[in-house]
C-alpha cells in the first residue's frame, strides 16, 4: 500500500510540473569561457548619422508608397542599435475622426507577434520547463487523436509549431479570422481531428494555428493565460507599456482603425477582440514601443561575453535567428533588380534570408482584415527597421527602395571581426617560416598533420617556386580573420603579391594544419 501512494504522489508530482506548478528554481549552470576572445565590431562607426542623413528621402518614399496603395495611414522608424534613431507617420489612424498617424499610434501587427510567442517558448525552455523535442500531445493531449498521413510520420514536437514543419495546412486567411475564437474552440479542433498537408518533420509550411498550439502550451506550462505571460515576461522587462491586446484597452486617440480599399473607397474592417488564435496574430503595439523589441533582438550579435540581461538569453535569440528547412531562390533579384541568389529559411517565429552577397536579414511580415505591418533587421549591421499600415493585407514601405538607401546611398558596413592573438601570432610566424623553413621552427608551429599532407621537401620547393617568381618582399597586409582559428593575407613583393590562407588546427596550443598560396604578377 505505502508502495502504491507513493507512486501516485510522485506521477502527481509529475503531472503538476506540466499542468503549471512551478518547479524548483532553475539555476543557470556557467561555463568556462576565454578571456581573451574579441567580437566583431564596427570599425569608424557613423552609422546613426548616415540612417538619419536619409530621413527626408525616406520619408518622401513612404508618403508616395501610402498615396499609391491608398493606405490611410503608415508609422515606420529605424533602429540602431537599442536607440530608435528616426521615426515618423504619415496620414491618419481613424477616418472618422481625422486622426493623424503618429509615432505613439497603437496598429495591430498581425503575424508579427508570432516572435513573442517563440520568445516565451524559449524562455520557458532555458528554465527547463520544457524542451522543444517534446511532443506536443505532452502538454496538448488532444494531439493523440490525430490522423497523420503515413505509419511513419514523427510525433508533432514543439519545435515542429515553432518552425512550421509540423504538417499543419498553410491557413491564410482562414486563420486571420480565428484570431477571437475561445479556447475551447482551439481545443475542439484538434479534438476534431485536423487535416494534414506533410507529414510532420518533412518541409516548411505557413501555419497559424500551429502557433495557436504554442500559445496553449504556454498557458499550460506557466500557469497562467498566455498573454498575461508575455505580459509579465517580455512587455515589462522591455518597458513595452503602449503594447495591447485588446484593442478596448488602447487609451483613446491611439487606437489605429483598420480599413479596405474596395470600389475606389475606404470601408471599415471589423476589429476583432483577442483569443485563442492571439499567440499567432494579436498584438497591437507603437512603432516607439516596438523598437525597444527590434533592439533586444540586435543586442543578440555579436557573441560576447557581456551580462546577458534577458529577458532571454541571446544564445537563444540567435537560435530564433536560425533558419531551419531552407530554401534556395535562384531567380531572385536584388533591390536593383539585378540577379541574386537567396537562400530563405524559417526560424523561430521569424523569417531568415541570406543573398548573394552574404547580407543576412532577419523579419517578418504581419496581415489581417484592416491592417500590414513588417519588420526587418540586420544583425550584422546593428540597424533595423519597422513600418505599420492601416490597410487590409497591405505592405506598409516600399522595401527594395529603402534598401536601396541604406545599402547604396548609406553605403552601411558590417561589423568585422578582430584578428584573435593566436591568429596574430602565427601569421608572423608563418610568414618567418615560408621564406626559410627553419626547422625548430616548424617543430614549434606546424600540426602533426602537415608534413604528413605533403612533405616538407615538396613545400619548400613549391614556395621556392613562388619567391623566385615574385621576388623580395616589400611588405606584409593585415590578417583578414575567417574567424578564430583561420585567416588570410598578402604578401606584397617586387613582381606582384602573393595571397596567403590558413588555417589552425583545434588543440589547446593552435597549431598550423593547412595552408594555400597563390601568386598574382603585377595585383
Known sequence: MKTILSALILLTALTSCKNGVEKEEYVEEKINYSTEYQPAVFTNDSRKAQIKGLADELHELIVEHSKAEHIPGIAYGLVVDDELVLSAATGVVNLEKNIPAGTNSAFRIASMTKSFTAMAIMKLRDEEKLSLSDPVSDYIPEMFGITYLTSDSPEITIENLLTMTAGFPEDNPWGDRQLDESNAMLKELIQ?????????????????????????????????????????????????NQTYWEFDKVPEGQLVIGYRWEDENWKLEPMLHDGSYGAMGGLITSIEDFSKYV??????????????????????????????FSR????????????????????????????CNGRVQVSHGGALPGFGSNYVFFPEFGVGLMAFGNLTYTSPWPYDKIAKLLFEKAALKPRSLPVSNILKKRQEQLTE???????????????????????????????????????????????????????????????????????????????IQQLEKMFVEGD
Not at 205 to 233: C, F, H, R
Not at 335 to 340: A, I, S, V
Request: aromatic share 12%.
Open 328 to 355: 534556395l531562390y535562384s531567380n531572385a533579384e536584388d533591390f536593383n533588380g539585378d540577379p541574386c541568389a537567396v537562400m530563405n529559411g524559417y526560424g523561430f517565429g521569424l523569417g531568415i534570408r541570406q543573398d
Open 433 to 511: 617560416l615560408i621564406q626559410e623553413w627553419d626547422m625548430d621552427l616548424g617543430n614549434q608551429i606546424l600540426a602533426e598533420n602537415f608534413y604528413l599532407d605533403k612533405s616538407r621537401n615538396h613545400r619548400m620547393d613549391a614556395w621556392a617556386e613562388i619567391w623566385e617568381q615574385a621576388g623580395a618582399i616589400d611588405s606584409v597586409s593585415e590578417l583578414t580573420p575567417y574567424n578564430q582559428l583561420r585567416g588570410d593575407y598578402s604578401i606584397y613583393t617586387k613582381k606582384g603579391t602573393v595571397r596567403v590562407a590558413f588555417t589552425l588546427s583545434p588543440e589547446h596550443d593552435p597549431k
Open 295 to 324: 533592439s533586444f533582438h540586435l543586442s543578440a550579435w555579436p557573441p560576447r561575453s557581456d551580462a546577458d540581461e534577458g529577458p532571454i538569453k541571446r544564445s537563444s535569440l540567435r537560435q530564433m535567428h536560425t533558419p531551419q
Open 192 to 240: 476534431s481531428g485536423p487535416s494534414l498537408s506533410n507529414t510532420p518533420s518533412y518541409t516548411y509550411e505557413y501555419s497559424n494555428t500551429g502557433y495557436a498550439l504554442l500559445g496553449a502550451i504556454i498557458g499550460k506550462v506557466s500557469g497562467k493565460p498566455y498573454q498575461d505571460y508575455i505580459q509579465q515576461e517580455i512587455f515589462k522587462p522591455l518597458g513595452m
